[in-house]
């Protein structure tokens, strides 16, 4: 299998832990993508020249990250990081959700910034991407946070992916006044050495 990815990209990260805790790492080879050139071959393999996209030796490709998600993890057998049902499940895929949704938020400031010339910029869009994000880091700060394992699920993974994302682009400044997810993303790095083994760069 193929995994088209990028070192920045924190939904690429998420696969890449995922694919090491499930013990896939060894069946999928990472291509470099760059979504922005026009002759990368990404437009052809997903349409929406995203990453991740993962091709499958069938030839069928797969993609969002969540779709991929679904697809290791039935891979490995089913139930290793999507809990089979119940609350737990449920649970995993609404921090999932926030998670991947303060993730898009936080793109969508780099984009402003990166596609627009200062000028055209739209301050009030990029505050409005800002507080979703401060909601959804503060929101998780005062909530009880997942159980860190050596095996993690998603909701567990994408978090820790859209916390490293934050130090990344942001300079760590989600982490003032959010001690209970500093610790979180602390004790989950000392667990999951995949974490450090995929930091952007």
């Not at 993890?73 to 926030?98: C, K, N």
């Amino acid at each position: 299998m193929i995994l088209r990815s990028s070192p920045t990209s924190p939904f690429g990260r998420k696969i890449k832990i995922t694919l090491n805790v499930l013990g896939l790492a060894d069946k999928v080879s990472v291509v470099l993508t760059d979504t922005l050139d026009p002759e990368d071959t990404i437009r052809q393999q997903n349409p929406l020249g995203k990453v991740p996209t993962l091709l499958l030796d069938d030839g069928t490709t797969l993609y969002d990250s969540r779709v991929i998600v679904e697809y290791l993890d039935d891979l490995a057998g089913g139930g290793r990081i999507l809990p089979d049902g119940g609350t737990e499940r449920y649970r995993a895929l609404t921090l999932q959700s926030l998670a991947d949704g303060i993730m898009d938020a936080a793109i969508l400031q780099i984009y402003e910034v990166r596609f627009r010339t200062e000028d055209r910029r739209e301050q009030k869009w990029i505050d409005h991407q800002a507080r979703k994000v401060e909601r959804g880091i503060s929101s998780l700060n005062a909530s009880p946070l997942p159980e860190i394992k050596a095996v993690p699920d998603i909701g567990s993974i994408t978090l820790a992916c859209t916390l490293g994302y934050l130090d990344f682009r942001f300079d760590g400044k989600w982490r003032a006044g959010h001690p209970n997810l500093v610790r979180w993303l602390a004790s989950f790095s000392d667990a999951v050495p995949a974490f450090a083994a995929t930091e952007p760069h």
